[in-house]
């Protein structure tokens, strides 16, 4: 074992120049191609937009964000059909990420993660689709809507909670990754609209979580995991995942960009500057869960959306862009050397350390997060996010994601009818769960 371990790390990775831009599309397109392995949709019987288990719907949602962004950073359309068919067949049937597969799981934010990527479709100008309902900006505005509706100020003075359903175990505790999704999708639908009650939005979650302790201020601006309602969310879990952080950054970046107060131009300074804790000798790395080597599938792809959100920073405030992509550069640069691995030989691990080589770690996170860590360092050298203003297409629907079918209410407080539905879900659903493994017995 330790021989082979041996062996495997003096396999070369792939070799990246920052500054060749053939270079990095030949890695990226590579890396691209790996990560879509882990595509149902294109298996028999798989289901357009997800991806093969263990990877839950939440984590398609971030993989076809990062796609997105791999479209416009390395400019490249091959996958662009592929993008708007997953992210169009997933919008549930009220058109607001609840679509009724996921409905009896579904948190706040699993469902912001798909808002997070449509929101990225309309600023990098991905085509319309032909129902105007699944408008990128429109989808993005009915998560917007219907994440905000449910604002919760029953417990803890307000705050999303992590669950959507009352069922859900993790209903009771109100975390930052949804919250965070909230705010960040906020600040891009108000750089984007130019409507101000999306800062209006920003400013009451971002005062909530830091009234609520789950910011810290002072020396380090760390972002906490969440906190249980008892007590008032006063018993902080004080994990620090780099998710939240880029979440809380970049959002606080694009308040920057379309208000101008230095108020979000300080905040933004400060969560970057306590970012360095993601960072080994300017290698990223999940401080919370690598060292201790206990990452699990969903964790194992944060770094992607923290390179994504890093990017969106060097952007959005081009005061932060020298250090972001110092950061940048030198992650991917680690995270391609560590891309020697699987059948295809270029498969990457988790831990990029420098010259350490492929770590025999792999999945769609380890794929997702080495491809945006690279596809970021071209943030810059493209068109900044577009707006409506400024050449962005995407059509608008203000009041959109309340639909007609009960699933994308705010069910803070189920009702009779409402526990009646969530039966009814239930039951077909397990019911399909019995056909099918009556089927598989047959
Ligand atoms: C850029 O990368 C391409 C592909 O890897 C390579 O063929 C080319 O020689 C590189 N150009 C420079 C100037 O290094
Ligand atoms: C575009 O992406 C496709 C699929 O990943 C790849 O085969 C092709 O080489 C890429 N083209 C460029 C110019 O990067
Ligand atoms: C829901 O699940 C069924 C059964 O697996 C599948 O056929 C269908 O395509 C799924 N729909 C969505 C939107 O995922
Ligand atoms: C601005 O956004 C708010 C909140 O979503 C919405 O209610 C309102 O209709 C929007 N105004 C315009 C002019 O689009
Ligand atoms: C509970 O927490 C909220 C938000 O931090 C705060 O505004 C409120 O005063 C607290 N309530 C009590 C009873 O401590
Ligand atoms: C605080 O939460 C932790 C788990 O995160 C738990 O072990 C501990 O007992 C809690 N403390 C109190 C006072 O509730
Ligand atoms: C990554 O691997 C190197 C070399 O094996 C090790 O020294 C380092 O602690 C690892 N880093 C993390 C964050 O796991
Ligand atoms: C907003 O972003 C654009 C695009 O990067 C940039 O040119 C502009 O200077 C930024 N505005 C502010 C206030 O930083
Ligand atoms: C990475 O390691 C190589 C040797 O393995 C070294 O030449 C290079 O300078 C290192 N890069 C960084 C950014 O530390
Ligand atoms: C955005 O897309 C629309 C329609 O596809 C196009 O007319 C417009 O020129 C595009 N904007 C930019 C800045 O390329």
């Not at 990560?35 to 149902?40: E, I």
């Not at 390395?74 to 068919?85: G, R, S």
């Not at 998560?143 to 069922?167: H, K, P, S, Y």
């Amino acid at each position: 074992m330790k021989v082979w371990i041996l062996l495997l790390s003096l396999v070369h990775g792939l070799y990246l120049d920052p500054s060749n831009l053939t270079n990095l599309q030949e890695n990226t397109a590579l890396i691209a191609k790996g990560l879509l392995d882990y595509y149902d949709g294109k298996n028999y019987g798989g289901v357009i937009g997800m991806f093969t288990w263990p990877y839950y719907w939440w984590e398609a949602g971030g993989a076809w964000g990062s796609l997105i962004e791999y479209t416009a950073l390395m400019e490249n359309d091959t996958y662009v059909p592929l993008i708007k068919q997953a992210l169009t067949y997933q919008t549930g049937d009220d058109d607001n990420y609840i679509p009724l597969n996921q409905s009896t799981t579904e948190g706040n934010d699993d469902q912001g993660f798909w808002g997070l990527a449509v929101m990225s479709a309309a600023e990098r100008n991905f085509s319309n689709p032909d129902d105007p309902k699944k408008a990128w900006l429109t989808l993005a505005q009915a998560v917007f809507n219907t994440m905000a509706a449910r604002w919760d100020t029953g417990e803890c003075g307000g705050g999303l909670r992590w669950q959507i359903f009352q069922w859900n175990s993790g209903y009771d505790y109100k975390n930052s990754v949804s919250n965070g999704c909230l705010f960040n999708i906020g600040a891009r639908l108000a750089r984007y609209t130019r409507n101000d009650s999306y800062v209006e939005w920003c400013e009451r979650v971002f005062d909530w979580m830091y009234g609520s302790g789950f910011l810290t201020e002072g020396e380090w601006w760390f972002v906490y995991d969440g906190a249980k309602v008892d007590n008032n969310c006063s018993n902080i879990t004080k994990l620090q995942w780099t998710y939240n952080q880029g979440l809380m950054m970049s959002g606080s970046a694009y308040l920057y960009n379309y208000t101008e107060d230095t108020k979000w131009l300080e905040r933004t300074e400060h969560f970057l500057e306590a970012a360095q804790v993601f960072f080994k000798e300017d290698v990223m790395y999940e401080a919370a869960c690598q060292p201790s080597n206990s990452c699990n599938q969903d964790q194992r792809s944060f770094k992607a959306y923290f390179s994504r959100f890093l990017g969106q920073t060097a952007v959005m405030v081009p005061q932060t862009y020298d250090v972001i992509m110092n950061y940048l550069k030198t992650s991917a640069i680690a995270a391609a050397e560590s891309c020697s691995g699987g059948s295809d030989g270029h498969t990457c691990g988790l831990n990029w350390t420098n010259g350490t080589g492929w770590d025999g770690v792999w999945g769609l996170g380890e794929q997702m997060s080495a491809l945006e860590v690279m596809t970021q360092l071209r943030a810059g050298d493209v068109p900044a996010p577009y707006t409506a203003e400024n050449g962005g297409s995407s059509l608008a629907d203000p009041a959109a994601g309340f639909g007609t079918s009960h699933t994308d209410s705010s069910p803070l407080v189920l009702g009779t009818k409402d526990k009646a539905g969530a039966g009814i879900i239930t039951a077909i659903i397990g019911s399909s769960l019995i056909g099918s493994v009556v089927w598989l017995v047959l």
